[in-house]
């Protein structure tokens, strides 16, 4: 078995240390706020299977950088706006990676802490596409 420099659990770790964490019910009061926008990084099956944040963007993980990037050309005008980004994915891992790349490359985002496993328990409001077939 190959041996790692870090391993995935470091990484999060470090990430977490350095990035702006939203708590879930915090996240939910934000939900109703204009000026934010939750960006959900999970896979196009995650949301069909568990729903979204109404209103929520998806960003694909594997795009993210490409997106934010005004450089880029798959740069996303949404992300010009003025607004605060707090991403999501299933569990808090993904996102806090996400955030902690954004942060180097000068993007200011923050990420919810826990995921949408927690925005679920809590009660937060949850969309379904309309094709959605559930579990």
Same mark, same amino acid.
């Given at each position: ?7 995935s ?16 019910e ?17 896979d ?11 209103? #929520?963007?998806?960003?694909p993980? %594997?795009?993210? /950088? +490409?997106?934010? $990037? ?47 496993? #927690?925005?679920?328990?809590?009660? %937060?409001?949850? /969309? +379904?596409?309309? $094709?959605?077939?559930?579990?």
């Amino acid at each position: 078995m190959r041996k790692l420099k870090l391993s995935s659990a470091q990484m999060v770790a470090a990430a977490r240390a350095r990035i702006e964490e939203i708590e879930t019910e915090d996240a939910i009061t934000m939900a109703a706020d204009p000026g934010v926008v939750f960006v959900d990084i999970r896979d196009p099956r995650e949301r069909q299977r568990s729903g979204f944040i109404p209103g #929520s963007f998806h960003a694909p993980r %594997g795009m993210v /950088e +490409f997106w934010i $990037d005004p450089e880029s050309p798959y740069f996303k005008a949404i992300f010009a706006e003025d607004k605060k980004f707090v991403f999501h994915c299933a569990s808090g891992w993904r996102s806090a990676l996400t955030v902690a790349t954004l942060q180097d490359m000068g993007f200011d985002a923050a990420h919810l802490k826990h995921g949408f496993s #927690s925005w679920e328990r809590a009660g %937060g409001p949850i /969309e +379904f596409p309309e $094709d959605h077939k559930g579990t």
